[in-house]
């Protein structure tokens, strides 16, 4: 079995800064791409920022130039740094990643979510 678990959400002011930080545990051959989505109440779950294994990076429009997604390849762990904060940010944002075990195809695994609210 695999297991995402994400930490650091929060409440923050608007202009502010978090980080959040996402494990994979288990039984993991090689994580290909790990990411950060998020959906707020009323709205579909979107991409907000992606990484491949090769470190090539994807941003949604909204946080370019705000967010920074990195991860440890040794570690497992992928991380968003979260910085000028803004109200339309505020959801729950969930971890992504695609996993591949041995003897299996790779699957796409997702964390139970962190609450982040940014307050104007």
């Known amino acids: 079995q695999v297991q995402l678990v994400e930490s650091g959400g929060g409440l923050v002011q608007a202009g502010g800064s978090l980080r959040l930080s996402c494990a994979a545990s288990?039984?993991?051959?090689?994580?290909?791409?790990m990411g950060w989505y998020r959906q707020a109440p009323g709205k579909q779950r979107e991409l907000v920022a992606s990484?491949?294994?090769?470190?090539?990076?994807n941003y949604a429009d909204s946080v370019k130039g705000r967010f920074t997604i990195s991860r440890d390849n040794a570690k497992n762990t992928v991380a968003l740094q979260m910085n000028s904060l803004k109200s339309d940010d505020t959801a729950v944002y969930y971890c992504?990643?695609?996993?591949?075990?041995?003897?299996?195809?790779?699957?796409?695994?997702w964390g139970q979510g962190t609450q982040v609210t940014v307050s104007s």
């Open positions: 990484i491949t294994i090769g470190g090539s990076t």
């Open positions: 288990g039984s993991i051959f090689s994580i290909y791409t």
């Open positions: 992504n990643a695609r996993i591949g075990r041995i003897g299996l195809p790779s699957t796409t695994y």
